[in-house]
């Protein structure tokens, strides 16, 4: 499509928003306009690049990858200039005033709810272009696309209500030249010394040379590549903040290189603020893959496990072809491969670091937890060292500490073949629940876990160091006679009370028989070892509104509870009263387990109880 001669348009109404945000802020830290249209080029550079290994018919192939940076004092401009992709009529209108990115939106969202000013946000959305209204009172794109059929372009705005684009005259070479007619209060941009201290900043962790006003300022540097010793903590942090466009401190660093099986160097950082954190939307994957210092891909979907999405850095390879295609590359054996050795790395890293320091790994747990436990449910090559980093409150730890499978396993009882655990809303719910009353009088753990994802995760997890996970809330758990008060119910006795309760209770338990595991309770329900829990069927129903399934459990009883002794007396003394009895012995025990799911027959029954009890 060819641009009319002149064109006007709006901006669509969520920039606008943006916009007057951006341009009527009282934030005074302006300056990072600069560093965000400084990324913008280096991005538009590096997808040139790409595009050279790709695309037969780059125009202008020659042109020198590098920033040009002008200030002009009499004029008040600061002009940032590339040699990148530019921008074609379409690209201008979608890229820069039409078509809101989703990180708009998420943007004005992330204004409102932190009141943190714009300035602080603006680069973290994907809209950092806007920035250069805080300091412009008008902005020219002079443009020219890189694909042959092209035509050079400007695009104008004083930022208010829309955009201009006309046919550029003169002459206007491929990529951005973008010129920044300065406010008044804002001339400051236009002094060469302010703006070089400005790039001297963060200019040595972008990739192409920086030119101000024709002399060189930055000297280009792939960390990663650096010997550890020569790199100070100040350098790793700006590394993190700004080649990879985080805006906290990291938690982690991982820097190496490896020889076998591929040669990699690697610097790689763990965050501290989960970035999916606020309704944040799933992130993109964070480590870049460069071979020899050239960019292959900033967010490769290949590379790592997708749980790993929240780790940031630079993965370099000689070995990985530049032409390496988006595609190609997720079947690449050797992208797979680069993968593993990353994966296996940062694990080793965290089990290290929480070994190292349990506190601070406890704190990195709390914003992180939920990509280690998607890993150790669906990334099986990587399962069994990651439920190593799962960190859970258990019947032996006090309540606020945690403790992990390794120290679980480390405390087994002699004889003890199972890890046991149950999951629950909390450790209060869990300590009151009859399920642990066997297992606390056996002194045997069990661990307690509380997210509403955790009944899946250990669900596929299934064993840990060859220790099968048992919850405890299943039928079918041996355990041995425990040391405990009250004489037994004799056996014929128990027999035909169990058969009582079975007719009594009909199709709503599968099995009644004694249970060994019972101490202070009566009854226990339990659910059949291939059954739901209740938070896998609160899921289920709030996945599907059409869910329903019988809760259909195990009744189990506690021969020696004088509950149990009288009721056993009065299956044949008084029928009636023994029918109610157990129905409502039922009931409880399901309240008990989270499982009654309708309450109207257990009212009526419990007032048919009060009024024989007062008669
Ligand atoms: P982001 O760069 O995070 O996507 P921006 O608001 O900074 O968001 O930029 C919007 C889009 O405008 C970019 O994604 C890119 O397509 C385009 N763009 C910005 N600057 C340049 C440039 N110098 N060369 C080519 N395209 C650019």
Known sequence: MTAPAHESHEFRAEIRQLLDLVVHSLYTDKEIFLR?????????????????????????????????????????????????????????????????????????????????????????????????????????????????DGEPLVWTSDGQGGYEIEPATGDTARGVRMILHLKEDQKEYAEEDRVRHLIERYSNFVGFPILLNGTRVNEVEALWLKNKSGVSEEQYKAFYQFACRAFDE???????????????????????????????AKADPGVALYSRKVLIDPSPDGLLPDWMRFVRGVVDSPDIPLNISRESMQDSA??????????????????????????????????????????????????????????????????????????????????????????????????????????????????????????????????????????????????????????????????????????????????????????????????PEDGMSPQMRQMMKAMDENFKDEVKVELEINPRHPLIHKLAAAREANPELAGLVAGQLFDNALIAAGLLEDARDTVKRMNQLMEKAMA
Not at 55 to 75: F, G, Q, R, W
Not at 118 to 142: C, R, T, W
Not at 381 to 402: M, N, P, W, Y
């Open 334 to 527: 050797l992208v797979r491969k680069i993968g593993t050795v990353i994966s296996k790395r940062v694990i080793k890293l965290l089990e290290k670091e929480a070994a190292a320091d349990p506190e601070k790994y406890r704190t990195f747990y709390r914003n992180f937890e939920r990509f280690i436990k998607e890993g150790v449910a669906g990334d099986f090559t990587h399962r069994e060292s990651l439920a190593k980093l799962l960190r859970f409150e258990s019947s032996l730890t006090d309540a606020g500490s945690v403790c992990g499978f390794a120290d679980y396993v480390s405390r087994m009882k002699e004889g003890q073949d199972a890890i046991y655990y149950l999951v629950g809303p909390g450790r209060d719910h869990i300590e009151t629940s009859p399920y642990l009353e066997a297992f606390k009088a056996r002194g045997l753990e069990v661990a307690y876990f509380t997210d509403a994802v955790d009944e899946y995760v250990i669900d596929s997890l299934g064993t840990f160091d060859g220790k099968k996970l048992v919850s405890i809330r299943q039928g079918g758990v041996e355990l041995d006679e425990a040391d405990a008060e009250g004489e037994p119910l004799g056996e014929e006795e128990t027999t035909a009370l169990c058969d009582f309760l079975k007719s009594h209770l009909g199709d709503r338990v599968t099995r009644v028989g004694k249970g060994k595991r019972l101490v202070d309770s009566p009854v226990i329900a339990l659910v």
């Open 36 to 148: 965000e249209l400084v990324s913008n080029a280096s991005d538009a550079m590096e997808k040139l690049r790409h595009l050279e290994a790709t695309e037969k018919d780059v125009h202008s192939p020659d042109l020198p990858l590098e920033i040009h940076i002008t200030t002009d004092k009499e004029a008040g401009t600061i002009t940032i200039a590339d040699h990148g992709t530019g921008m074609n009529h379409d690209e201008l209108v979608e890229n820069l005033g039409t078509i809101a990115h989703s990180g708009t939106k998420a943007f004005l969202d992330a204004v409102k709810e932190t009141g943190k000013p714009p300035g602080d946000l603006i680069g973290q959305f994907g809209v950092g272009f806007y920035s250069a209204f805080m300091v412009a009172a008008k902005v020219e794109i002079h443009t020219r696309t890189w694909r042959p």
């Open 250 to 280: 990291p938690s982690y660093r991982l820097h190496f290189s490896a020889d076998a099986p591929i040669a990699i160097n690697a610097l790689l950082f763990l965050p501290t603020e989960n970035p999916e954190k606020m309704g944040f």
